[in-house]
């Protein structure tokens, strides 16, 4: 079955900057969306059409993308962005689906 | 202010049946096509069906087609799932989700709190 592929965690120091990156053959065809999750809450989108952050997502968040590799960017990490990060895209070998990666857990030391 | 929210979880036997039901407000949902996203515990969230705006087309993936099924009452602003022949798998936090965008660029937007399914015995 269709993955993205997500490092499982990864360490910034406050006001430094963090890239995730998100993996898997349906980013050259569909766009990716990110989800923040901290503990007990359901998720939170922070990015959207690889580049757009809606309305209220500090703009230390931003997102690129290339080829079948999606990232998104905290630059200047705060302590409340300590949360897990998620993409999601479409499946392409599939009539309609959408596929979550596995996540990435943000420690913010 | 756009809020979603979710009831009807709860412990079941496997093989059961569980009926959830998302309630929206701030929006009118016959305008956004939903979905439900389902999260096992420690694990990351799994898409599980889409309903487009009139209810056609519907989608599911493989694990709970036959067994889940989903509707909409757009009059009442309400998103259902209906769950049967339930498994210790199908044991997660249900979310409903309003979809945005279209196309090549969709996205989950908001989500509502959950409401937590458990089966066993």
């Known amino acids: 079955s269709f993955e993205l592929t997500q490092d499982p965690g990864v360490s910034v120091a406050p006001g430094q900057t963090v890239t995730i990156t998100c993996q898997g053959d349906?980013?050259?065809?569909?766009?990716v969306s990110w989800y923040q999750q901290k503990p007990g809450l359901a998720p939170v989108l922070v990015i959207y059409g690889t580049n757009n952050r809606p309305s209220g997502i500090p703009d230390r968040f931003s997102g690129s993308s290339s080829g079948d590799t999606a990232s998104l960017i905290i630059t200047g990490a705060q302590p409340e962005d300590e949360a897990v990060y998620y993409c999601k895209s479409r499946d392409n070998d599939a009539q309609y689906s959408y596929v979550f990666g596995t996540g990435t857990k943000v420690s913010v030391l | 202010e756009v809020r979603l929210e979710e009831s009807g979880g709860g412990l079941v036997q496997p093989g059961g049946p569980l009926r959830l039901s998302c309630a929206a407000s701030?929006?009118?949902?016959?305008?956004?096509?939903m979905n439900w996203v389902r999260q096992a515990p420690g694990k990351g969230p799994e898409w599980i069906s889409y309903i487009s705006r009139d209810s056609r087309p519907i989608y599911y993936r493989d694990s709970v087609k036959g067994r889940f099924t989903v509707s909409r009452d757009n009059a009442k602003n309400l998103l259902f799932l209906q769950m049967n022949s339930l498994r210790v798998e199908d044991t997660a936090l249900y979310f409903c989700?309003?979809?945005?965008?279209?196309?090549?660029?969709?996205?989950?937007?908001?989500w509502g709190p959950g409401t937590l399914v458990s089966v066993s015995s």
């Open positions: 701030g929006f009118a949902l016959n305008t956004y096509h």
């Open positions: 349906s980013l050259r065809v569909y766009f």
């Open positions: 989700v309003r979809e945005r965008g279209g196309g090549r660029s969709s996205w989950f937007d908001p």
